[in-house]
């Protein structure tokens, strides 16, 4: 929302809003000129005022100011439509879709672009750690994500789409798995052209589309010849079986080879050369939460990772053994009860093995209190792990056990980012 935020009011709009909490990305709104308040008043002169108004799905029908535009009879759009407006208004739109790694990707392609000095508008899910979530240049290439949350993914018309992966996630909003691929399916089959991952067993079977990956040799753009030095990854581009270029990721992961690799494809199906690609790849560092390091604390790595998923926590552990020489301590804050409540077997399978864990309150969202998925029923049923219930808990665990050349891996979606980068300070 944000990121839009920002669109318009380049673009000259006025733009003012609410949120529940004050943040960086709230903040950071008042160099675009907008006006931002905490909390919902329905008698707000800006509300009262105003032409349009835009709502995301993560709020309730209940809120207040959504129900005073109404009564209003104001003109509304949810955001994915309204998304779809602003896609409408760009000669070319470039879309990345996937249960995991979107914001990765499109922070990739935000820096490719860059590279390629065209006139284009980012709006990325996350925050790139050199351009935010917001990039201005011109109005010839817009590129975003594709979220499947309610399905919004299918009200954008793209020219050229990624599809990273498929996971069970957002659940709640299909009928079950197979409504959650034929999601992603109508999503490739309705854009111009489309790039899936020939890796991912559930996107090789939604149809003939371009497609990218690592081990599937009959990849249309491969990685070859893959070299880790810390996790950091170096590969050659294969395209159509011709080899191109040599990349060197300064991103942390094997998971980042993906990324390049989609943003790699999609770019080059706009006709960019593989040099501006390849300089735009090697410029990116990372997006803030994906395996940030926030700091240290007696000699220890205090690292964080946006993880809130079974398969991505899996890859990032892989990632956090590969650069750690001591031992590795884990926080991780599940996500919404009813995503816990439904992977849990597949949480306590990734979870149980990992020797110094805790697991830290629920980051409900939207949801009301659900004991079959909440964090302390997870912890009780991993068995050999710690629960938390505030940051107290956290630091005096920390305190007493963390020494010199080890790792802190703080897991999640929620607001353990927040409380991991308090509890530094405190430790301190």
Same mark, same amino acid.
Do not use: I, P, Q
């Given at each position: 929302m944000s990121a839009l935020a920002k669109f318009l009011s380049v673009c000259g709009y006025e733009v003012s809003g609410?949120?529940?909490?004050?943040?960086?990305?709230?903040e950071a709104l008042a160099f675009y000129g907008a006006r931002v308040y905490v909390g919902e008043d329905s008698k707000?002169?800006?509300l009262i005022e105003s032409d349009i108004v835009v709502y995301t799905d993560a709020i309730s029908q209940e809120n207040l100011e959504l129900k005073q535009a109404q009564k209003l009879q104001k003109i509304i759009y949810k955001r994915g439509d309204f998304l779809q407006m602003v896609c409408s208004e760009f000669p070319h739109v470039a879309a990345i879709a996937g249960s995991h790694g979107k914001t990765t990707c499109t922070s990739m392609c935000t820096h490719i672009l860059r590279a390629t000095n065209v006139p284009f508008t980012a709006h990325i899910g996350?925050?790139?750690?050199?351009?935010?979530n917001f990039y201005f240049s011109g109005m010839d290439y817009f590129l975003t994500e594709a979220c499947e949350y309610k399905k919004n993914l299918l009200k954008i018309q793209a020219e050229a789409v990624v599809l990273l992966n498929i996971d069970k996630d957002h659940m709640e909003c299909y009928q079950d798995e197979a409504d959650l691929i034929n999601c992603f399916r109508q999503y490739c089959k309705q854009a111009d052209r489309a790039f899936v991952c020939a890796d991912d067993e559930k996107c090789r079977g939604l149809g003939e589309f371009s497609t990218f990956g690592i081990t599937n040799t009959l990849a249309d753009y491969r990685a070859i010849d893959l070299r880790s030095n810390g996790e950091r990854y170096a590969f050659t581009v294969e395209e159509y079986g011709k080899a191109l270029c040599r990349i060197r990721l300064n991103a942390i992961g094997r998971c $980042? %080879? !993906?990324?390049?690799?989609?943003?790699?494809?999609?770019?080059?199906?706009?006709?960019f050369h593989e040099t501006e690609i390849k300089k735009g790849l090697e410029t990116f560092t990372a997006v803030k939460r994906r395996f940030e390091k926030i700091g240290e604390y007696?000699?220890?790595?205090f690292i964080c990772d946006y993880a809130h998923h079974p398969k991505e926590i899996h890859s990032t552990l892989l990632t956090a053994e590969g650069i750690c020489k001591g031992r590795l301590f884990v926080v991780f804050q599940p996500h919404t009860y009813s995503r816990t409540k439904l992977l849990m077997s597949d949480f306590i399978r990734v979870l149980r093995p990992i020797k110094n864990l805790m697991v830290y309150k629920t980051f409900a969202a939207r949801e009301k209190y659900d004991a079959e998925g909440s964090a302390a029923t997870l912890a009780h049923t991993i068995g050999n792990c710690l629960y938390a219930e $505030? %940051? !107290?808990v956290l630091k005096m665990w920390l305190k007493k056990t963390v020494r010199e050349s080890d790792v802190v891996l703080f897991l999640g979606a929620g607001d353990i980012y927040y409380a991991a980068q308090y509890l530094l300070k405190e430790l301190k």
């Open positions: 609410s949120d529940a909490h004050k943040s960086e990305l709230t707000r002169t800006e996350g925050e790139d750690a050199t351009f935010g $980042n %080879v !993906y990324n390049a690799l989609a943003a790699f494809a999609c770019m080059r199906s706009f006709g007696k000699g220890a790595s $505030n %940051v !107290y």
